[in-house]
């Protein structure tokens, strides 16, 4: 981009939220090619294991994405995530919800004594950082002539939304087939303190297509919103918890929703929160969205069980799930994945590190009741109810690019996750029986 920003420029951009590894800022200054963009800047300096041999990738990594030739030749990994947005996610989720945004390096760092603005005194910020995406602000509608309408915005991390059924789940972990994984995690979260609440969202309800199951799952959100759930007046958090913290029992809340969304939603006191429940569910349906997701959510069909076994085929190194359990009844299946082709267990897991980013990003829509002067170039949606239209966009965020080295991660927290939620079930059985059929019942 021709623009150069300045460190006097670092005013004009406002903190919008951040989690476990970026801050966000959102620009609120006066230049048209910035109006709605927000910076994306990371909080931790890059590992030196990032720059292997120049390549933002190790050697085993350029094997696992050599089908993509941008990637596995970026120089660094942030370059390759923007790349991996643009090559990798867009075509799987659709290029209308995926803003691949553009990657700004610092290439005038300390060019007359001129700085990159996400040097900027934000906590945290890595000031080290060379480079941040410029994306588009999904929490707002770019502002146009004539165009003031209100606009109110949603974030949702919705997690896997459906039950593993690979064959290679192990038989003392069937009940990974029948109970969500997002609600065996809140037993773990909560027994660690990580939360203080258990949540009784079902990512199940939410990705089902039924309005009164889907009306149940944004319910438990608003209710116990954590790191799953936030709403934007404006661009400003009016529900759920700022900054990379799972436990947002505590709402950040400067209004009562009930009350913003008077400038919204044209319905009584005490029914606007239903109502845009409802606004989201029409949105969700009619985009399309969330089935698009769950299709490259389920390329995850091996299961960690399954692709921790094809990981180890790829590093070369003598697999330690094998060796840890030994021969029992389930080693010939898994025997059978440690002969597999090279390019069989890359496939594997490659597919399994795609569906972990779609597992674990967010999705945001952003709403403005229609006006006369609404630009065409958005879709709308209707809410019956009201009889309103609005202006909607649906963007997802955060799809970053899962590393091959998280691959033993991912089995020890499966693993412990389940361990966790067959312990506690089985003692709860033992203690009484109503406790025993809600731990092993999905439905809350
Ligand atoms: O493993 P999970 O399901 O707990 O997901 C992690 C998230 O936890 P949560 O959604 O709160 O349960 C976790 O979110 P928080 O930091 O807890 O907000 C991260 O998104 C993490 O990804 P990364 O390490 O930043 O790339 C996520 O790690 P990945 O598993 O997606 O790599
Ligand atoms: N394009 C965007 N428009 C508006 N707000 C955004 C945008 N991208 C991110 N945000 C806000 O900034 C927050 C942090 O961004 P993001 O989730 O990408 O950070 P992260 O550190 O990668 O998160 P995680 O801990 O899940 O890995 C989001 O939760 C969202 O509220
Ligand atoms: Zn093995």
Redesign the pocket.
């Known amino acids: 981009m021709d623009q150069v920003l300045e460190e006097r420029d670092a005013a004009d951009w406002v903190y919008r939220g951040e989690?476990?590894?970026n801050i966000v800022v959102a620009y609120t200054g006066s230049s048209p090619a910035l109006a709605g963009k927000v910076l994306r800047i990371q909080k931790v300096p890059e590992k030196e294991s990032n720059f292997i041999h120049g390549s933002a990738f190790s050697a085993n990594e350029r094997l696992l994405w050599k089908d993509h030739k941008e990637l596995v030749l970026s120089p660094t990994r942030d370059m390759a995530a923007q790349l991996y947005l643009e090559h990798v996610m867009s075509p799987l989720l659709g290029s209308k919800h995926v803003d691949a945004g553009e990657f700004l390096e610092a290439v005038e760092e300390n060019i007359n004594g001129r700085r990159p603005v996400w040097r900027i005194n934000a906590a945290k910020v890595n000031r080290d950082c060379k480079h941040a995406l410029l994306l588009s602000d999904h929490s707002c509608f770019p502002r146009g002539i004539m165009n003031d309408e209100p606009c109110i915005s949603i974030e949702i991390?919705p997690?896997c939304g459906f039950l593993p059924s690979s064959r290679y789940i192990a038989k003392r972990n069937a009940i990974k087939r029948s109970i969500t994984?997002f609600k065996m995690?809140q037993a773990l979260?909560f027994h660690d303190k990580e939360v203080s609440k258990i949540s009784d969202y079902d990512p199940l309800d939410l990705f089902s297509g039924s309005k009164d199951r889907m009306y149940k799952a944004l319910k438990a959100l608003y209710d116990t919103p954590?790191?799953n759930f936030r709403v934007f007046m404006d661009g400003s958090l009016i529900l759920g918890d700022l900054g990379?913290?799972?436990d947002s029992t505590t709402r950040v809340i400067g209004e009562n929703l009930e009350d913003v969304l008077k400038s919204i939603i044209q319905a009584d006191d005490g029914l606007r929160t239903r109502r845009f429940l409802e606004l989201i569910i029409e949105a969700v349906r009619k985009s399309g969205v969330l089935d698009r997701l769950l299709d490259v959510q389920k390329l995850d069909t091996y299961n960690i069980e399954g692709a921790i076994h094809a990981y180890y085929n790829i590093v070369s190194r003598p697999c330690i799930v094998c060796k840890e359990l030994g021969e029992d009844g389930w080693f010939h299946k898994r025997n059978s994945l440690h002969s597999l082709s090279l390019e069989e267990s890359l496939k594997i897991v490659k597919d399994f590190l795609i569906s972990?980013t779609v597992?674990?990003c967010s999705l945001m829509i952003c709403f403005r009741p229609r006006g006369a002067a609404s630009d065409s170039s958005f879709s709308s949606v209707h809410l019956e109810s009201t009889g309103q239209f609005f202006d909607y966009k649906a963007f997802f965020i955060?799809l970053?690019l899962?590393p091959l080295d998280?691959m033993e991660h991912?089995y020890k927290?499966d693993q412990k996750i389940v361990r966790w939620y067959t312990q506690i079930a089985r003692d709860e059985c033992s203690d009484k029986r109503d406790g025993c059929i809600e731990l092993y019942s999905n439905t809350n």
Do not use: E, T, V
């Open positions: 989690g476990a590894a991390k997690k994984r995690h979260k954590q790191n990379g913290s799972a972990a597992k674990d955060d970053d899962k998280k991912y927290l």
